[in-house]
């Protein structure tokens, strides 16, 4: 028998045994399109998890970066000493140093005077820091007394910021402290702050009277061109305090996205979700193809005396599971670039639907059949000839 035989037939008959009982079909495929979706939206929530959470660190402009060893993330940084990143002026390689300041603080609404918590990023203007245009453009005003730049990217629910600035409305507060709005820029949110100001760090210790200039919570460190970041690194770590944690842009990012994956609660629902959808298709296409095997042990066992051998109803059986990956993967696939447009309007975090993650999920699905065709194959060793007499 040649390859194409030992794959057709079996394949034949696992399709004509399906499509015999629509009803069961329609189930068992809604089954594995539930499971799909399921693990869609999963990966898609964990990724744009992973993304927002990078947002900020990705837009900073240095190669070395001085975090407190007891920050879990920038959004729950723990204050140091800024003496530890004037040091690092001392290693050769480091041509300018920055602090960063960061805190959580309520945001009056301009309309309608609800107040919603978004981060407030503070930072020398000079230092451009950010590599974001809109920021770097606005260095002149964030020079001034009491100004900052909103974030349009913020959840609708901080107000028409926009329409309210045209409209020459720029006056709010900040942790009940009066502030001008005097431009926005785009950064985007994430799980851990619904919107983002940045202002100079002046106007930052002015809007938290409680913090000081020499508690920093980042240090940007940048190089002389030419300059080896992890040779630096090392350097770094036997000058500076044990106290902070010395990381290169590759590993800050690293470190943001390993926060959300393995501290929070959310990312090990993220995952949880992701093995519950699996189970759930397994467990239906299991039962699909278990019954369809008892359902039809007499004419197995008869092929069986025509001498069809045992691997043949093997592949007959993977090619069912094959069949109904395929047939509930589609419409899944289909149904969750649509949902996944519909989050992303929501949440107002990204949510790309990429090929990587299409051949992930398919490759998931496909498993989960195949281990439900596996589960069910013990059924055939019951459909014996002596069972027809």
Not at 159 to 164: A, E, H, M, N, S
Not at 242 to 247: C, K, L
Not at 310 to 319: D, E, S
Request: aromatic share 14%.
């Amino acid at each position: 028998m040649n390859i194409t035989a030992w794959f057709y037939f079996p394949a034949r008959l696992a399709w004509r045994q399906l499509i015999f009982d629509r009803t069961k079909l329609i189930a068992a495929t809604c089954g594995v399109l539930f499971a799909c979706m399921l693990v869609f939206m999963q990966l898609g929530f964990r990724d744009s998890l992973y993304a927002s959470a990078a947002s900020a660190p990705i837009k900073l402009n240095g190669d070395l970066f001085l975090v407190h060893k007891q920050s879990e993330a920038m959004w729950r940084s723990i204050p140091f000493k800024r003496s530890e990143l004037m040091r690092a002026l001392g290693n050769p390689a480091v041509a300018e140093v920055y602090p960063l300041y960061l805190a959580l603080a309520p945001f009056k609404n301009i309309e309608t005077q609800v107040k919603r918590t978004l981060m407030v990023y503070g930072f020398d203007p000079d230092s451009m820091i950010f590599d974001i245009e809109d920021i770097q453009n606005k260095r002149i005003e964030l020079r001034l007394k009491d100004t900052v730049l909103f974030d349009e990217y913020s959840r609708p629910e901080f107000g028409p910021v926009r329409p309210l600035l045209e409209a020459g409305r720029n006056g709010t507060e900040i942790n009940d402290y009066k502030v001008i709005i005097t431009g926005l820029f785009r950064l985007g949110i994430s799980f851990a702050a619904d919107g983002n100001v940045v202002t100079s760090d002046l106007n930052f210790m002015r809007i938290f009277p409680e913090r000081s200039l020499s508690n920093i919570d980042v240090g940007v460190i940048r190089l002389h061109p030419g300059s080896s970041a992890k040779q630096t690194q090392a350097e770094l770590s036997g000058q500076l305090n044990e106290s902070v944690n010395i990381f290169t842009y590759e590993e800050l990012l690293q470190h943001e996205k390993d926060y959300w994956a393995n501290m929070a609660p959310i990312g090990f629902i993220f995952g949880f979700g992701t093995v519950m959808g699996l189970v759930v298709g397994l467990v239906i296409v299991y039962q699909i193809l278990f019954t369809d095997i008892a359902n039809h042990r007499n004419e197995f066992a008869t092929l069986k005396a025509m001498g069809y051998k045992h691997g043949y109803f093997i592949r007959v059986v993977f090619a069912s599971a094959f069949f109904l990956a395929l047939l509930g993967f589609i419409p899944g696939y289909v149904l969750s670039v649509g949902l996944y447009h519909l989050a992303e309007s929501q949440i107002f975090m990204p949510m790309p639907m990429t090929f990587s993650k299409v051949i992930t999920v398919f490759t998931f699905i496909l498993s989960m059949c195949a281990m439900a065709g596996f589960l069910a194959i013990h059924k055939l060793k019951a459909a014996s000839p002596a069972d027809m007499f």
